[in-house]
């Protein structure tokens, strides 16, 4: 009833380099549009915020992600909209920030 301890060594270092993946992975979508408040996906109307946000793959998984909330902020630039989601595979949190235009607004 001896556990292998390369079987154990194994699945660990397997582990390991997943984690690592993952740390990648988030750092990458950390750079992507959307990402920040600083860097926000530009829209022209706010209706296209939620479709824009649900076509919008896991970076994880590529899975399809799910809204859980939403918050606006008035700024001199236009309306900042921000997207709480989860990913409905790995459950995985996500955050994407928009930018509805006001009318007239370059």
Same mark, same amino acid.
């Given at each position: 009833? =001896?556990?292998?301890?390369?079987?154990?060594?194994?699945? @660990? +270092? /397997? +582990?390991?380099? !997943?984690? /690592?993946?993952?740390? @990648?992975? $988030?750092?990458?979508?950390?750079? !992507?549009?959307? =990402?920040?408040? +600083?860097?926000? %996906?530009?829209?022209?109307?706010?209706?296209?915020? $939620?479709?824009?946000?649900?076509?919008?793959?896991?970076?994880?998984?590529?899975? $399809? !992600? +799910?809204?859980?909330?939403? @918050?606006?902020?008035?700024?001199?630039?236009?309306?900042?909209? $921000? !997207?709480?989601?989860?990913?409905?595979?790995?459950? =995985?949190?996500?955050? %994407?920030?928009? @930018?509805?235009?006001?009318?007239?607004?370059?």
């Amino acid at each position: 009833m =001896a556990r292998d301890p390369r079987a154990r060594r194994a699945r @660990r +270092e /397997k +582990e390991r380099a !997943l984690r /690592k993946d993952v740390r @990648r992975v $988030e750092q990458l979508a950390a750079r !992507l549009p959307g =990402a920040t408040p +600083e860097l926000p %996906i530009d829209v022209a109307a706010a209706s296209v915020v $939620e479709v824009k946000a649900r076509a919008t793959p896991c970076p994880q998984c590529s899975g $399809e !992600l +799910e809204i859980k909330g939403d @918050r606006a902020e008035a700024t001199p630039r236009g309306v900042l909209r $921000e !997207l709480a989601l989860t990913c409905r595979v790995c459950r =995985a949190p996500r955050t %994407i920030w928009f @930018r509805v235009a006001t009318p007239g607004a370059n």
